[in-house]
Each structure stands twice: as C-alpha cells, then as structure tokens.
C-alpha cells in the first residue's frame, strides 16, 4: 500500500528529527516498516485484540528509539493518519492499540532504565531517577497533546470522557470553516498561528481539545440540559467573531459546531465523539469571509433523527437488492368519473416488501432514496414495466403511473417508455405518466414534449401545491390536472376551486381530485364539474394481482 510507505518515510523522518535513528537508515526504515504492519494487521484482526500494541511500543525502545518524541511523533501520525488509510471507522481500534503502545513504550523504557540502574553507583542512581521522572512528563505531555498547539488531543479527549462518570456533560465540536482554503491563501505558517489564536479565544469556554488541523473540542462538565452546551455554542460564535490580526491581514473566521448533552453515566468516549461529529454534519455552513458568523451554524444532537438516519442508510444499502429480489411492487387505488361512479383507470403506488418487517413501506420511505441513489431509474422502470404489463390485460383501464422528476432528467427515459409500451402491449393511449408539480419538474419541457409525441397522456400531480402557474401550464403538453386534497378543505375556497377547474377545462386539460375521503366532499366535486375522482372514500390503494 503506497499509503503505509509514505507514512513509513514520515514516522522515519519524525523520528530522525528527533535525532533517535541509530545505524543505517535503511535497516530503521525496513525495521520501523514492519511495526507500522504489524500494527495494521492488529486493526484489522478479527476479533480484534488490543495487545499486539504493547509489544511494538516494547520494540520501539529495543529499537533504541526511547526518546519521548518518537513517542509523540508516533501518535500523532499513527492517530492522524490511519483512519483514512484503513477507514473511519477503525478510528477506535487505532486509539486502543496507540494506548497499549505507549504503555508498552513506557514498561520497556522503565525495564530499560532499571537495567542500566543496576550498573550504575548510588549518585549516579538520584540523578537517573529525576532524569526519568523528567522524560515521565516529557512523554505524558507529547503523547497527549498535540505538538501545533500543546492543547490536549483526542487520545486525552477521551480519556477525560472515561473518566468523567457522572452528572450531566456537554461536548461541543467546533470546526472553522474552510481552514484548508485558507492555509492554502496564506501558507502553513499562518494557518498554524492562526489555529493557535482561535484556541486561546476558545480557552476560556470550557475544558479545550485539539482533535485535528480545524476541530476543536470543548467539554462543558456540570450542565444541566442542551441550553448549557448552546449557551457555550453561542459564546464561541462571539468570541471568534472579531477578527484575527496575522501580519497585517485581518482575518474573519466562522466556524461549525456539533453539540452533545446528556447524562455522562454508560456513554463511551468513542459515542461521544461519534454522536458530535454526526451533528457536525447536520449543522449548516456558517461561513462568511466579511461578516460575522451567522448564528445558525451549529446542531444538536438528537437521537431520532440518529436512528432514522441509521435506518435510511440501511433501506438505501438494501435497495439495489431488494430490486433484484423482486421487493418491490404495486398497489393501484381506482380512478373514478365523477358523473356515474364508473372506474375508468387506476394510479400504480409503488410499495416495498421488506423480509423482516412487518406490512409494507410505502413510498414515502423509499423514493426519495432511490432518487438520491440513482436507482430510481431501474426502480422506476422496473415498475412501469409490471404496471404496463398489469394495464395490458385489462383493456378498459387507464394507467397511471408516477414519474420522478429525477427520471426526467435521465436521458433515455422516453426511449424507455416506448421501449417497455412496446414489449408489454399497452397502448400509449392507455398510460398516464403523473408528474409532481415542482419548479425542477416542469424545466423538462423538451422531454415532456417527447413523452406527448408518444401518445402517452400526461398528467400534473399535486396540482395546486403552489409552483406552476396557469401561464406555465399552456405551455407543457400536460392533458389532466390532478389537484391536490389541500384545494378540497374549507367552503371558502370553492370559488377558487371552480376558477381552477374551469380554468384547466379550457386549457383542454382533464381534472382529478384526490384524497376525496366523504361522501360530501365526492358531490361538492362532482357539482363544480371536476371530472374524475380518487381518494379513500371511493377506493384504497389495493393489490389487485
Ligand atoms: P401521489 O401520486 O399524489 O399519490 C397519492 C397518494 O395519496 C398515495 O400515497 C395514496 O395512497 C394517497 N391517498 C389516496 N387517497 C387518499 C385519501 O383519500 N386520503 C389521503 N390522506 N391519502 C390518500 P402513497 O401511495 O403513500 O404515495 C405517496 C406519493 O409517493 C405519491 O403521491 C407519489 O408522488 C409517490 N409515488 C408513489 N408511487 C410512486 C412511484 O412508483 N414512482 C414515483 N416516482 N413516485 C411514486
Ligand atoms: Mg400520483
Ligand atoms: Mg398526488
């Protein structure tokens, strides 16, 4: 792996810098080449066993690499740079093991000092001693703490965290905003004093951490609900709002922070920082280079939305599969002429069969995934196809089915339509592709175009839920309006109601009204003139195979 190579040459070169590589270069390289993968294979080991550590710390020092800046260096690059070299989530497994190394160091440099002790005379001894207690606070100090800042690091992070077992805590993690483009602009140099300034603003607000380049930690221990940790959240806003005077520029820095309260007792370090970093992630930039921050760029942690973030990523992991499998599959809910009750179509509802799950998902769950995914478009054909297939042997019904607007933009959508109309023997007539009234939907004029010159009928969903305009609409090649069940609620809108049906009547469009749910709403409709109508009380989505 050239990763664990240019890290070799890295810890080799820290270590040198420290002036500890005896003999040849080479042999130390070759030497430091295999612990580093040992320590690899450690983290990688199933079940993972923390002790192979403590014997590479040992033969660092029978290495003669015993200074405490080999330590230090070690950690830091080990910490560092690992997890992206074996994944974020061996962060954990690399700490532990970075934990027996260095008390396998510092075990293997007492029994080192002990030996050479014991061939020393008694003055001599009294001054070994205060020599080692010295490189004692040497080494404590370059193991955890960083060496840019001297701030604790994470490896003290966390053991602060596990040590901390009671009352309520607050962590915060701040991270400023766009530090790279700005090391890039101005050089390392004063990005690093740059860091070393925001860190004595950040001093004072709780217990400080420096976990990477831009993250900082501030542990608030004492408070007494989410308010106390928002509060210091608010301060570090302020305190880092003037700006920064570095060699004449004045630097404006903003920052993000993840914010996590709760009660200390049962959770792990590792949690933690976990749960901090995932509301990191949720928070919104905050940055601007002339003003002051905004105040709006930190999150809270909150288990709900945790776990539903957890579950999503599993549907989304599940999905290609779960195509495959055949999971998923359609309901189709009756489309109803107003004036004689008749069926005249039916709209296919995408639904998810999950093994292990009890009913079905509905699509709520699951197409916006697949739209992020891109397997919505499989997804999507894979459902007209069954949908088509379903219509073709029914030969009153119309079809319709809904289309996504990220389908829209896929080039070969209308070429799949004619494809699959073509294997299955529906009639273009027959379908009606339903598309959401949004901005981003009704861009596509082209290709809606394309979609009519099939002859396929076209129809705008959730009409009414506030993007197109009527001047908008004679433009696009839709045949039917399906208006939202929003326009059916309250009396005092049946005016507008009317205006909008007879509106769409001109434009030569058709009108659905869906979520009719009472018998009065269904006659109301059926008196202004609204064509066809769809809803629970005139019949639910059903499987019909
Ligand atoms: P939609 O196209 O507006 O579909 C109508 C939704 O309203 C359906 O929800 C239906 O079950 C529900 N509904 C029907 N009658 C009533 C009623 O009387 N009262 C109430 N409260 N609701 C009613 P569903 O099946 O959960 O679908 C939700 C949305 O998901 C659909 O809204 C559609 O936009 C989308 N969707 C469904 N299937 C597909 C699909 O195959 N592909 C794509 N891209 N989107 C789909
Ligand atoms: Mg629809
Ligand atoms: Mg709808």
């Known amino acids: 792996m050239t990763g664990l190579a240019a890290l070799t040459d890295d810890w080799l070169r820290g270590v040198a810098a420290a002036g500890f590589v005896p003999g040849v270069r080479a042999r130390a390289r070759a030497a430091l080449h295999d612990l580093l993968e040992e320590f690899v294979a450690a983290v990688r080991a199933e079940p993972f066993d923390p002790a192979p550590g403590t014997r590479i710390g040992a033969e660092l020092v ?278 004689d009750r008749a069926v005249i179509g039916v709209e296919a509802l995408a639904r998810w069969r999950r093994p292990g799950d009890a009913g079905l998902l509905g699509p709520g769950h699951f197409i916006q995934l697949a739209e992020r995914t891109g397997l919505i478009r499989p997804l999507g054909r894979r459902l007209l196809e069954d949908a088509c297939r379903w219509g073709a042997a029914r030969p009153d019904l119309l079809i319709s089915v809904n289309l996504s607007p990220v389908q829209l933009r896929e080039a070969g959508l209308v070429g799949d339509v004619a494809d699959i109309l073509h294997r299955t023997g529906l009639p273009a007539a027959r379908l009606q592709l339903e598309i959401t009234e949004t901005a981003e939907s009704l861009r596509y004029r082209s290709e809606l175009a394309a979609l009519g010159a099939l002859g396929v009928r076209l129809a705008l969903d959730d009409f009414g839920t506030g993007y197109s305009s009527l001047a908008v609409l004679t433009a696009l090649p839709f045949t039917e309006a399906k208006l939202a069940a929003e326009f059916l609620l309250g009396a005092g809108r049946r005016g507008v109601l009317r205006h909008i049906i007879d509106a769409c009547h001109a434009l030569g469009m058709t009108v659905t009204a869906e979520g009719i749910e009472t018998a009065e709403q269904e006659s109301i409709l059926r008196d202004l003139g609204c064509d066809h109508g769809q809803g629970f009380h005139l019949g639910r989505p059903t499987p019909y195979s």
Do not use: C
């Open 62 to 339: 029978d290495l003669r690499m015993s200074a405490p800046p080999v330590i230090g260096t070690t950690v830091h690059l080990f910490a560092g740079r690992l997890p992206a070299l074996l994944g974020d989530d061996s962060r954990g497994r690399i700490l532990e093991l970075l934990d027996r190394l260095v008390t396998g160091f510092v075990a293997a440099q007492r029994d080192a000092a002990v030996r050479a002790a014991e061939e020393m005379n008694r003055s001599e001894k009294i001054h070994w001693r205060a020599v080692q207690l010295d490189l004692q606070r040497q080494l404590q100090q370059a193991v955890l703490h960083r060496p840019d800042t001297g701030l604790p690091n994470e490896q003290h992070l966390r053991k602060t965290l596990a040590d901390l077992g009671e009352g309520r805590l607050g962590l915060m993690l701040l991270r400023v905003d766009r530090y790279d483009e700005l090391t890039e602009a101005l050089g390392h140099d004063r990005g690093a004093r740059l860091l070393t300034a925001v860190a004595r603003r950040l001093r004072p607000l709780g217990l400080l951490a420096h976990l990477a380049d831009d993250l900082f930690a501030v542990l608030v221990t004492g408070t007494s609900g989410p308010d106390d940790v928002l509060k210091v959240a608010d301060q570090a806003t302020r305190v880092l709002a003037p700006p920064f005077p570095i060699d004449g520029h004045r630097l404006h820095v903003t920052a993000t922070a993840g914010l996590v309260e709760r009660p200390a007792a049962g959770v792990d370090p590792g949690s933690w920082l976990h749960d901090a970093r995932l509301a990191l992630g949720w928070a919104p930039e905050s940055f601007t280079l002339s003003g002051p921050a905004r105040p709006e760029g930190f999150a809270v942690f909150d288990p709900d939305r945790a776990e539903a973030e957890r579950r999503r990523h599993r549907l989304a992991a599940d999905m290609p599969s779960a195509l495959e499998r055949g999971e998923f599959l359609l309901h189709y809910q009756p489309l109803v002429r107003l004036a």
